[in-house]
């Protein structure tokens, strides 16, 4: 049995590996699937592949925005390459020139040395499974914490889920109770109507439409069908996550039952429980958005 899980969260971790500091900072939002958006340096491109499918070991739905800050612990040793091809063809560019303008003192060095584009200035690279492993760790750590916060909001939104549940549970019982009494309701009605018009019907007749009209706001059905969803909402919040998608699609579903026990019931009792019931599907469909 898993945790409940929510898709709003926050993590945060960091990770010292040989001479580099790797942080990584997590946040997620609910969406309808899984999209990550990683802010990553260029140094770091190659390894999208591989924390893309951390993520989607460790999370099932959301929207994740990812930031990784890497700082050196340490000065990484600079090595200076000289384009010597690029060195002689300026140096005997200048000489060409000097001989042009009639010049026969010696050419200085320093014209040369001035010329930047003949130096390149490189640092020595990351060690690449170094570098690896410490983003590797840090992104654990965050994710880790990220899922701890997931899984705290997912008991709050659980614990006010089950109560909601209970509460529609109670006025189902009120609508059970009175649907029990409205065929005697609408048979007393129909015998009064009669009495008013003075209109000279057999029992059998009064019966008869009695029972037709019985048969037509009879809502039993939908009654237990409704019972039935709230006990699979119930079993399947116990589930944990993944649930999200299951229990959305249960609240669309009790929903429908609830619309129909309006339509039949005809009773203005029935009709002000079914508001009421209404009321806490719509803010049990507004929770259940922001389950994993």
């Not at 930031?67 to 063809?89: G, N």
């Not at 189902?172 to 109770?177: A, K, M, S």
Request: aromatic share 4%; net charge negative.
């Amino acid at each position: 049995m898993n945790p409940l899980r929510s898709m709003t969260g926050y993590g945060r971790g960091s990770y010292q590996g040989k001479g580099i500091l790797v942080e990584v900072e997590v946040r997620s939002v609910n969406h309808r699937f899984l999209e990550a958006n990683l802010h990553l340096p260029r140094f770091l491109i190659a390894l999208e592949p591989h924390i893309r499918r951390k993520l989607k070991e460790a999370c099932h739905r959301g929207k994740l925005d990812l930031y990784f800050i890497i700082t050196p612990l340490e000065e990484s040793p600079k090595t200076v390459e000289v384009d010597t091809h690029l060195a002689k063809a300026m140096w005997k560019a200048m000489e060409e020139v000097a001989k042009r303008l009639g010049r026969k003192e010696e050419l200085n060095l320093s014209l040369l040395f001035s010329r930047q584009e003949i130096f390149s200035v490189s640092e020595k690279e990351q060690d690449p499974q170094v570098l690896r492993e410490t983003v590797e760790k840090a992104l654990e750590k965050a994710l880790d914490q990220l899922l701890a916060h997931r899984v705290q909001e997912g008991e709050k939104l659980k614990e006010d889920l089950s109560d909601r549940l209970n509460t529609m549970g109670k006025i189902l019982d009120e609508i059970r109770e009175r649907a029990s009494h409205l065929p005697l309701i609408y048979k007393e009605k129909l015998q009064k109507r009669l009495e008013e018009l003075q209109a000279e019907v057999s029992p059998e007749r009064v019966a008869q439409e009695a029972a037709i009209i019985a048969e037509k706001i009879d809502i039993t059905e939908e009654i237990v069908r409704l019972d039935c969803h709230l006990e699979a909402f119930r079993k399947t919040l116990e589930e944990g996550s993944p649930c999200g998608k299951k229990l959305d699609f249960l609240a669309q579903e009790i929903l429908r039952e609830t619309n129909t026990i309006a339509s039949k019931g005809q009773d203005t009792q029935v009709a002000h429980l079914v508001v009421d019931l209404k009321g806490e599907i719509e803010k049990i469909r507004e929770q259940v958005q922001n389950i994993e």
